[in-house]
T-cell receptor, first 115, second 116 residues
Framework: AQSVTQLDSQVPVFEEAPVELRCNYS??????LFWYVQYPNQGLQLLLK??????LVKGINGFEAEFNKSQTSFHLRKPSVHISDTAEYFC?????????????FGKGTRLSVIA | KAGVTQTPRYLIKTRGQQVTLSCSPI?????VSWYQQTPGQGLQFLFE???????NKGNFPGRFSGRQFSNSRSEMNVSTLELGDSALYLC???????????????FGQGTRLTVV
């Protein structure tokens, strides 16, 4: 079964500094990859997704992620964070091989942006 | 276009009671999934329904059940509530008939269940 590891449970960063949130998934031939953001007392909102094609994916709010098949990673980056980016971020994977399988989520990374 | 709607938003129940949560998917979406979110376990998959049929089931006890109606609305039920069932329950809807299609899942705001 697929698994997702988010290496950092908490990431504090100063406003306007760059940030990288790391995500690794267990190996599979074909996967779809997602990053979701959750603000306090809210559901999950899709930031970006990788389905196929270019390995660099751009999402909303200035975030981007790079799919690296050899390292089975899908790290999320933003060159300059804002206070409003403070939230929890979840990486998720969907296994294409078996089809119709549910999304598997990582444990989440809490991003705290410090003024 | 209306998003995924979950009702109620907050719920307090006593141990041993049962509870029913509701989810209305985005219009046209036939797949509805349920997740339990807790601080310790993160997001755990409960079950998925597609066209009134349960298509996938997570590793939860039989006290957790669900169903989907012909209009794609879904309910989940938890019987004999335990303190550990306190969690945020999230519903997600998707247009995808198979995972090889557009698989973006749209989430509702969740129902916060507190068991006392």
């Amino acid at each position: 079964a697929q698994s997702v590891t988010q290496l950092d449970s908490q990431v504090p960063v100063f406003e306007e500094a760059p940030v990288e949130l790391r995500c690794n998934y267990s190996s599979s031939v074909s996967v779809y990859l997602f990053w979701y953001v959750q603000y306090p007392n809210q559901g999950l909102q899709l930031l970006l997704k990788y389905l196929s094609g270019s390995t660099l994916v751009k999402g909303i709010n200035g975030f981007e992620a790079e799919f690296n098949k050899s390292q089975t990673s899908f790290h999320l980056r933003k060159p300059s964070v804002h206070i409003s980016d403070t939230a929890e971020y979840f990486c998720a994977v969907s296994d294409l091989i078996r089809g119709n399988t549910p999304l598997v989520f990582g444990k989440g990374t809490r991003l705290s942006v410090i003024a | 276009k209306a998003g995924v709607t979950q009702t109620p938003r907050y719920l307090i129940k006593t141990r041993g009671q049962q509870v029913t949560l509701s989810c209305s998917p985005i219009s046209g979406h036939r797949s509805v999934s349920w997740y339990q979110q807790t601080p310790g376990q993160g997001l755990q998959f409960l079950f998925e329904y597609f066209s009134e049929t349960q298509r996938n089931k997570g590793n939860f006890p039989g006290r957790f059940s669900g169903r989907q109606f012909s209009n794609s609305r879904s309910e989940m039920n938890v019987s004999t509530l335990e303190l550990g069932d306190s969690a945020l329950y999230l519903c997600a809807s998707s247009l995808a008939e198979r995972r090889t299609m557009n698989t973006e899942a749209f989430f509702g705001q969740g129902t916060r269940l507190t068991v006392v």
